[in-house]
């Protein structure tokens, strides 16, 4: 069960867009890319875990931002939700799926083509979903790992190049604000109910129950751990020849492109790709959930709720996935200071 569980709140935390943010870091860090690498990961997944224990402690999600007071804490869950949700991590997982997987593959396919029939898959499956994509998300995001595993493997005893000084000064700000944007910890509590309440249904005493869910927890940031390092690692050894004029997707690309060829970036570019989809419909079901029954008390439908954020995430999208970071930013630097109080 804690295996199953820690899948689950890998699957969560582990959004294939996440693969760019850690060889940036690496490459920006070069010889310092292991302290950008520790501050990325504990903006990261640090904060992620500490939100699944603060969750775990009080019970659920109400429990946890009702602190602040049950409107105030209505409040920044929606906003949280709204993050992760149409203004930044949807709309980031079509830029990815378009800059990691068509774009090197497919020529003369416009982003807003792109990004139309991308949200009109997601709402297909979001409206009715199915077990095709439960199914679907269960088959890739082991085969993500492998292929990742591959990489850094085969970077590891082949390294691309050597590893030169620090391009940045601020290497553990950079890696702190990039753990940022990675969205975990901000969707930590409101997403990880799904695998508390797993857990709860299986009728475990109180004891068993928190054992689970915190070694879920913990297998869950090992496994983080192995694969984020393994990537800083791989940007660092390319520090000596690219600078942050490359846009994180190239980035990813051109290290797999050395390691793996062109038949490596194809089959990347497809598993990226299937994967950001499945994410997609994934936290749209959940946002469109969570608004329509908590904040609308039903008024408003879920299908309406979902409609819009589709069209609003296609939109977003089209601003790229470099532009999409960039903008996220300052909205982070105002969302966190309080969800991280909350949690802690």
Wanted: hydrophobic share 55%; glycine share 12%.
């Amino acid at each position: 069960q804690k295996i199953l569980v820690a899948g689950t709140l890998f699957g969560m935390f582990f959004g294939a867009g996440n693969t760019v943010f850690p060889p940036y870091i690496g490459m920006e860090s070069g010889t310092s890319w292991f302290t950008g690498f520790l501050m990325f990961f504990i903006g990261d997944c640090g904060l992620a875990l500490m939100g699944c224990f603060a969750l775990l402690r009080m019970g659920s999600t109400d429990a946890v931002f009702n602190r602040l007071g049950a409107t105030v804490g209505k409040i920044l869950v929606a906003i949280c939700l709204l993050c992760v949700g149409p203004f930044i991590a949807v709309p980031r997982t079509a830029a990815t799926t378009y800059e990691l997987g068509i774009a090197p593959n497919i020529s003369g396919i416009p982003t807003v083509l792109f990004s139309v029939i991308f949200f009109v898959i997601v709402l297909a499956l979001t409206i009715k979903q199915t077990a095709v994509v439960d199914i679907v998300g269960k088959i890739l995001t082991p085969l993500l790992l492998l292929g990742l595993a591959v990489i850094i493997i085969m970077g590891i005893i082949h390294p691309i190049g050597e590893i030169t000084a620090a391009q940045i000064e601020n290497v553990a700000g950079s890696g702190l604000k990039n753990g940022y944007q990675t969205l975990d910890a901000i969707g930590a509590v409101p997403t990880g109910m799904l695998a508390l309440q797993s857990i709860m249904a299986k009728n475990y005493s109180k004891k068993k129950e928190t054992a689970t869910m915190a070694g879920a927890s913990i297998v869950c940031g090992v496994l983080l751990l192995l694969v984020y390092m393994g990537l800083a690692y791989l940007g660092a050894t390319v520090s000596g020849i690219y600078t942050s004029e490359i846009g994180r997707s190239e980035l990813i690309l051109a290290i797999v492109y050395a390691i793996m060829g062109k038949a490596g970036t194809i089959i990347f570019g497809i598993v990226v790709g299937l994967a950001c989809l499945t994410t997609a419909i994934g936290l749209t079901g959940i946002v469109g959930g969570f608004f329509s029954e908590t904040i609308f008390k039903g008024k408003v439908s879920y299908k309406l709720i979902v409609i819009v954020m589709c069209v609003f995430s296609a939109v977003v999208s089209n601003l790229g996935l470099d532009r999409i970071i960039s903008i996220a930013g300052p909205i982070l630097d105002l969302v966190y200071p309080p969800v991280v109080t909350t949690i802690f």
